[in-house]
C-alpha cells in the first residue's frame, strides 16, 4: 500500500507502487481526496492536506477502507501487508499503525510525525520503519526524538535512520526547493530502497 504525498495519487506515487510490484509485491497507490485530485501548486496540495490533517479520524477510516480494498485484491495475501508513505503520506502510515491496524509493517519516508489527538491508542501491531533526514525542516531531530519515544511508549518495535546531508522529500528526483526544505538526493534515495528492500523481507514472509 503506497501512500502519496500532499500532492495526491500522482506520477510519483504511481511509480513507487510500479517499482514495489517489479520486486514481486502487490502494490495499490492510494488515493486518499478522492475523485483522483491531485494538487497543481502547493498552496492547492496543502489545502487537500489540511482536509484530513483537520480530522484525524476521518483519515484513520480513508487509510482503513484503502488497506481493506488491498487485502480483497485476489493477488494480495492479506495476512502480509506492508504500507508504504512518503511526506504526508508517511504521516498516514504511522497514524495507520497507531490505530492499531493489522498489518506487518509501516515505512515512513521523510514523514511528518506529530499524533492525532483525541483517538484511541490500541496496541500498535505492526513493525515500524522510519527513513528520514538529518536536515528535514517540516520534522527536525527533536520531533524524531519525541516520537520515538511515543512509540517506545506504546510498546511497538522501531527503527529509525537517519541520513545526514538530507532535507525532505529525498526520495522525489523533482524536488528542488532548498528553500522550503525539499530537495532530491540520489545518495540517500539508493541507501533507503536498500534499508526498505531488508525491511520488506523481514516482515513479509
Known amino acids: 500500500m503506497v501512500v502519496p504525498t500532499w500532492v495526491g495519487r500522482d506520477a ?39 482536509g484530513l490533517l483537520s480530522d484525524r479520524s476521518l483519515l484513520k477510516d480513508r487509510l482503513w ?78 520531533e524524531a526524538l519525541v516520537l520515538g519515544r511515543e512509540l517506545t511508549h506504546r510498546g511497538a518495535d522501531w527503527q529509525l535512520h537517519v541520513y545526514s546531508h538530507t532535507m525532505h522529500a529525498f526520495t522525489n528526483p523533482t524536488a528542488n526547493d532548498p528553500g522550503f526544505g525539499t530537495l532530491y538526493n540520489p545518495t540517500t534515495d539508493d541507501r533507503s530502497l536498500e534499508v526498505l528492500q531488508a525491511f520488506l523481507r523481514e516482515v513479509l514472509k
Open 65 to 142: 477502507t484503502a488497506l481493506e480494498v488491498l487485502k480483497a485484491q485476489p493477488e494480495s495475501d492479506p495476512d502480509q501487508v506492508a504500507a508504504i508513505g512518503f511526506c504526508f503520506g508517511g504521516l498516514c502510515v504511522l497514524d495507520l499503525a497507531r490505530s492499531g491496524a493489522n498489518l506487518q509493517g509501516v515505512i515512513s519516508f521523510h514523514g511528518l510525525f506529530h499524533p492525532p489527538v483525541g483517538l484511541p491508542t490500541p496496541p500498535i501491531q505492526a513493525k515500524i520503519l522510519i527513513l528520514h533526514g538529518f536536515d528535514d525542516p517540516l520534522a527536525p531531530p527533536e
Open 12 to 50: 510519483f506515487a504511481c511509480r513507487k507502487a510500479e517499482q514495489l510490484a517489479q520486486w514481486g509485491y502487490t502494490a495499490l497507490a492510494v488515493d486518499l481526496y478522492g475523485e483522483a485530485k491531485v494538487g497543481q501548486t502547493p498552496e492547492e496540495s496543502s489545502a487537500l492536506m489540511k
